[in-house]
């Protein structure tokens, strides 16, 4: 069973930036997607970016596009997150996520799709 695991250094300043890691227990390569989605309390979970496995194609949500950047490393064991530019309301629990399911290329940012999901890290960006 593909288990992921998030880390990444938590607080920073409006404006600053961070990078997540997802360490995944196997290679993801099987994987027809990869994602990184964020939640706040009382709302549901929402896509932030994700790549397509085989042409490593990326998608971003409006609200992130060039401030973030997705990214594998070769081995696809870890899936990172740059964060740039961060914004008081990009703060949010990040989840990274797997999908194993080719719905994930035609339905991007479907939570619904994603079977595998780390514990989380939380994000916190203060104006």
């Known amino acids: 069973q593909l288990q992921l695991a998030e880390s990444g250094v938590g607080s920073v300043q409006a404006g600053g930036s961070l990078k997540l890691s997802c360490a995944a227990s196997?290679?993801?390569?099987?994987?027809?997607?990869m994602a990184w989605f964020r939640q706040v309390p009382g709302k549901e979970r929402q896509g932030v970016a994700e790549i397509i496995s085989g042409p490593d194609t990326t998608r971003y949500a409006d609200t992130v596009r060039g401030r973030f950047t997705i990214s594998q490393d070769n081995a696809r064991k870890i899936l990172y997150l740059q964060m740039n530019s961060l914004r008081p309301e990009d703060t949010a629990m990040y989840y990274c996520?797997?999908?194993?399911?080719?719905?994930?290329?035609?339905?991007?940012?479907?939570?619904?799709?994603?079977?595998?999901w780390g514990q989380g890290t939380q994000v916190t960006v203060s104006s």
């Open positions: 196997e290679s993801t390569a099987s994987a027809h997607c």
């Open positions: 996520a797997a999908s194993r399911t080719p719905l994930c290329v035609s339905v991007s940012f479907s939570s619904r799709n994603y079977v595998y």
